[in-house]
């Protein structure tokens, strides 16, 4: 009589099992025991969806009289159900970081990417002195200072759009700016009594829940309204008539919020960080190694250590959030 040992017929040590092989013959009650432990041969994904939102521009400051500033533009935002991807091919990501706050005209945000797909940092807003001052191109456009005009967003060209163009400033009372362009609709021009609003983003649902990213920062302006920033965590333009923009909320690739002067010097608010996700139905193995440099799912990877995927958040599915940093995957 054979003693049978797991996954063969005779042996005199006992077969195992990883997330990669299993050699053997098996019983199917093995089999499920080992599929429950996550200890069974599972099929790589080779497609993935993916959102790759870049970091926003910042909004523009102002170190003299300069009045209403410009808003900043937010991250570009590119999006796919279905990316091909291959076992054993090595991919990059970049998290771009948002444009930091400025007493001049605001900055560029980082690009963010994920393989050959670029999201381009958002334009800055205008702003800096009671000269004209135009926003800047970038994923979404800066809006202008109050003297200034908003610049085009989806810069480089991507189809689809990665953002829009920034709105204009207006030069009367009470000098308000333009408000940066969001994923989803351009910034707004100034107006007789309110600052230009940033605009709005678009909405993914590759977490599972419907949220809105790259929305423009709203313009700031002396004396009147200011800019809303866009919903998608664009930062608010100045309300006062001395104050500084709004921030960009973290991980949407909001632009920053333009500030208000008429004396003394005052900051843009920075742009919120990009963010890449991916997504894949959970029937599939999880991603096999990270290189260090990352932060995925709330862990900052090494090189040795292989961040979990997260199946709560998306029934169905696995999702890897990956909020900082630049690395390789490989799947």
């Not at 949220?211 to 866009?230: D, E, P, Q, S």
């Not at 996700?277 to 990877?301: C, H, M």
């Not at 250590?305 to 390789?328: C, E, I, Q």
Request: proline letters at 2%; hydrophobic letters at 30%.
């Amino acid at each position: 009589m054979s003693t049978r040992y797991k996954g063969s017929v005779m042996s005199s040590t006992a077969a195992t099992t990883t997330a990669s092989a299993a050699a053997g013959i098996w019983r199917s009650n093995e089999v499920m025991q080992a599929l429950q432990a996550s200890i069974w041969p599972r099929a790589s994904a080779n497609s993935v969806e993916y959102l790759v939102v870049a970091g926003g521009g910042g909004g523009g400051g102002v170190t003299v009289n300069g009045a209403g500033q410009g808003g900043g533009g937010a991250g570009g935002y590119l999006t796919s159900t279905s990316y091909a991807i291959a076992i054993g091919t090595t991919y990059t990501i970049t998290v771009g970081a948002g444009a930091a706050t400025t007493s001049a005209a605001g900055s560029t945000g980082s690009n963010s990417v994920f393989d050959l797909i670029t999201s381009s940092g958002g334009g800055g807003g205008g702003g800096n002195s009671a000269v004209i001052s135009n926003g800047t191109t970038g994923g979404s456009g800066g809006g202008g200072n109050y003297l200034g005009t908003g610049a085009a967003g989806n810069t480089p060209s991507t189809t689809p759009s990665q953002g829009n163009s920034g709105g204009n400033g207006v030069n009367t009372t009470p000098f308000p700016g333009g408000g940066g362009g969001g994923a989803g609709a351009a910034g707004a021009n100034g107006s007789s009594s309110v600052a230009g609003a940033g605009g709005i983003g678009l909405q993914s649902s590759i977490t599972g829940t419907s949220t809105y990213y790259a929305g423009g920062g709203g313009a700031g302006v002396r004396g009147g309204t200011g800019g809303l920033g866009g919903t998608g965590g664009g930062g608010a333009g100045s309300l006062i008539t001395n104050g500084n923009g709004g921030a960009g909320t973290v991980n949407t690739g909001g632009g920053g919020g333009g500030s208000s002067c008429s004396t003394g010097t005052r900051y843009g608010g920075a742009g919120g960080s990009g963010i890449v996700i991916l997504a894949y139905p959970a029937s599939y193995r999880d991603i096999a190694s990270f290189s260090s440099g990352l932060v995925v799912n709330g862990v900052t990877t090494t090189g040795s250590n292989v961040p979990a995927s997260d199946t709560a958040l998306r029934s169905g599915y696995k999702v890897y959030k990956f909020t900082s940093g630049t690395g390789t995957i490989t799947f």
